[in-house]
């Protein structure tokens, strides 16, 4: 049944071949089709029953059909809508299902005498109900742009601004909505929700903002929807503030008061969706601070203007030096652009300076408090924001958020759910509720960098950062190791592009192998590290990763966590300290790698003899010793090509090839690139083979004309 919903979503049977055989290998071990991305417009929570119905493991899968069924009644209920912005198109949803569902009864009516209340409603002939801001609106044009459009489209009467807390939800919708008076002909309200936690104390604060007066008689949520939906009280715009912690109560509301009145727009402000089919949800994002600001666009920028705003109001008189702007610009980079951050800091300057500010941050979150009375106390500091928006999580959800920390640039929703236990449904909760951020075009998951420390801080208090790190830490490095042979040629690009995308991942659990001094997981990890480094140019990161790596296992050369032998525990660290010495050319130290040959050679270890050789060629590149070199690369070519290794052949052809052109002799060395390019074409080396094509430049004015015709075609 799940294989059914699979295809109906999507139009293919997820597993099926023209061969029964192919089907079967498919069914146990072809991943199931990333749904989410596939159709965008289908309900979170049938995307996870999907999921959950077609987990290899039988004993993950649900046991009871009855149990399916009452998951889709709920997802018919709507008890689990989708979150997109705009509702499924008919012609996209393949052959018709016919699905009978019971309709909503209307709400009994009310008795007769309530229709003649002794009290007529008052409406008092106010235009608008916003509060004066004692501080001036700073930047965010763009955010109003945006919000302008969505506001203004005619399809569209629900706006949801969600953001974390300290990102400024409040005072960019209060902004919005003071440059709108007089646009709407019925007004402009706020009314703030943060007290509130009943529906009908919603009702009141809306009535109260609105100067709207309720009979005696009759209930009060219908008063509040009868007036509204007359036709001379539309055309108004509610603003509706701080909705994360009463998102049930208001939810319900918010729909009643569009139905009865589909021309009044309502523009809320919450960490949390509402989950409606009429929501259009605008993601707030910190200030942007690029790093290539000029001297002239630092003093500016948004967050310094926020920043100096922020510091006057503490120290009148205070006036912002240029030497003080790259401070700042600090701590605006620091806290991600978070403008409750800034705030918070420039709060400081009577008793530091901005560099004493920017250095206090960098070291913990903590700082930034203050115990200013006009301030609510949910805002006078960001671990005070940050723990309100915790305690709205469930335990699941709490758990689940805590261990996302481990992650660094983002993750798979298929490796989020591995390393954390979170379900589909887990994870789109912390979406809504802005803790985490799915990425629409690579359905990679994030976690704003603050959210994330935070969330650190309290997997560490709880106990959970050890055994989540090792999880993260071993997948990851068998990442690596699986992404070897792919890497060496079979699809080096697709290869390449995998582990570009975890590679912030893979640094953190290499760290971790280091740090729990796990010879294992270096063991297993090293290979592919040490390729993808070399193909994408990351020397500086592999210098620093090899030599963290081999100063821990040469000061601590006791077996780890998870041993290996001793022989190979003395080879794994020779073969870390000699790619850490070729990543480090043009410094590196031939004495160290003559001594590391030597090593090898002792070890009758012929690999890593050849690999000696070909890192002191460049040694000895560096030092200009071509000569000499080129024999070194000889010599370790000769040594691959007795061990049948192709990846490496072609690379130490084209070093000798490049370096014959160094020293002039051009037409052995066109000889020697293109027989480097004939081994590595058929071996899949793509990158080895452009770069081989790329150094056959040095000779152009040598190449016959047949060759150079070639290399145009090519381009």
């Known amino acids: 049944f799940g294989v059914m919903l699979c295809e109906m979503l999507t139009g293919r049977n997820p597993f099926a071949h023209d061969q029964i055989a192919a089907t079967i290998t498919a069914i146990l071990n072809a991943p199931t089709p990333d749904l989410e991305t596939e159709r965008p417009d289908a309900p979170v929570a049938l995307i996870d029953l999907i999921y959950r119905m077609l987990a290899k493991n039988p004993a993950d ?62 409406r008092h002939s106010l235009k608008h109900g916003l509060h004066s801001h004692q501080t001036p609106f700073v930047g965010r044009e763009h955010d109003l742009i945006q919000i302008d459009k969505l506001m203004t489209d005619p399809t ?170 790259p401070d700042v610009l600090r701590i605006g980079r620091a806290v991600y652009g978070n403008p409750l951050g800034i705030v918070l800091a420039g ?52 758990d689940a958020f805590m261990k996302l920390s481990i992650f660094r640039g983002g993750v798979k929703r298929t490796v989020a759910q591995y390393i954390t236990g979170a379900s589909l449904n887990t994870l789109a909760a912390l979406v ?49 190791a699986q992404q070897i042979a792919n890497l060496r040629g ?8 995998t582990l570009d995308a975890d590679y912030e991942n893979i640094r953190v659990a290499w760290d971790w192998a280091v740090q729990r001094h796990n010879t294992a997981w270096l063991a297993l990890g090293l290979e592919g590290v040490f390729l993808f480094c070399m193909m994408t140019g990351e020397f500086d990161a592999m210098t620093e990763m090899m030599h963290t790596a081999a100063r821990r296992l040469t000061a601590h050369p006791e077996t780890g966590s998870e041993p290996i032998p001793a022989d190979d525990h003395h080879r794994l660290w020779r073969q870390i300290a000699i790619r850490g010495q070729l990543a480090r050319t043009p410094h590196s130290d031939p004495l160290v790698i003559e001594d590391l040959l030597d090593m090898a050679r002792e070890a009758s270890d012929p690999a890593e003899e050849a ?65 480097a390019g004939q081994i590595q074409e058929p071996a899949g080396d793509v990158v080895g083979l452009t770069q081989s094509q790329m150094r056959m430049m040095l000779n152009y004015d040598y190449l016959p004309p047949e060759i150079k015709a070639l290399m145009a075609g090519r381009g």
């Open 611 to 675: 690999f000696g050789l070909w890192t002191l060629g460049y040694a000895q590149c560096a030092a200009k010793h071509y000569e000499a070199a080129v024999k070194s690369f000889e010599a370790s070519f000769e040594i691959y090509e007795k061990i049948a290794d192709p990846f490496f052949m072609g690379r130490l052809m084209s070093d000798v090839g490049v370096f014959r052109a160094v020293i002039g002799d051009h037409e052995r060395s066109i000889m020697l690139l293109m027989l």
């Open 156 to 325: 569209i009467n629900l706006v949801t601004l969600s953001a974390p807390g300290g990102m400024g939800k409040t005072r960019l919708a209060l902004e919005y909505a003071t440059r709108k008076v007089g646009k709407y002909p019925n007004g402009v309200y706020f009314v703030p929700l943060a007290g509130i936690t009943r529906r009908e104390d919603v009702v009141l604060a809306i009535a109260d903002s609105i100067r709207f007066g309720f009979a005696i008689m009759g209930e009060r949520e219908q008063q509040l929807l009868d007036f509204l939906k007359q036709p001379g009280e539309q055309h108004m715009l509610l603003v509706l503030d701080n909705l994360e912690h009463i998102l049930d109560e208001v939810g319900p509301l918010i729909s009643a008061i569009l139905r009865h009145a589909p021309d009044i727009h309502i523009l809320t402000t919450s960490r949390a969706r509402l989950n409606l089919a009429s929501e259009i949800v605008y993601e707030v994002g910190g200030m942007h601070i690029p790093d290539d600001l000029i001297p002239e666009q630092q003093r500016d920028h948004e967050a310094v203007q926020l920043f100096a705003n922020s510091a006057q109001r503490s120290l009148p008189g205070f006036k912002l030096r240029d030497a003080d702007l």
């Open 432 to 480: 809504k509720k802005s803790l985490i951020w799915r990425d629409p075009n690579s359905g990679r998951y994030e976690v704003h960098e603050l959210l994330r420390q935070y969330a650190a801080e309290a997997l560490d208090a709880a106990g959970g950062t050890e055994r989540t790190r090792d999880i993260h830490g071993y997948y990851f490095m068998s990442l690596t």
């Open 490 to 497: 079979a699809d080096q690009a697709e290869a390449i592009r």
């Open 61 to 122: 899968r649900i046991a009871s059909m009855r149990l399916i069924g009452a998951e889709l009644e709920a997802i018919l209920q709507g008890g689990a809508l989708s979150t997109h912005h705009h509702a499924p198109q008919v012609k996209d949803l393949g052959p018709t299902v016919y699905v009978q569902i019971t309709p909503v009864q209307p709400a009994a009516s009310p008795d007769p005498a309530a229709k003649q209340p002794i009290d007529k409603p008052v």
């Open 347 to 398: 709060a400081w300057v009577g008793m530091l300076s901005p560099k004493e500010i920017a250095d206090e941050v960098a070291i913990s979150l903590d700082f930034l408090q203050t115990d200013a009375h006009d301030i609510p106390e949910r805002q006078r500091s960001l671990r005070a924001v940050f723990d309100s928006s915790m305690n709205m999580l469930t335990d699941t959800e709490r």
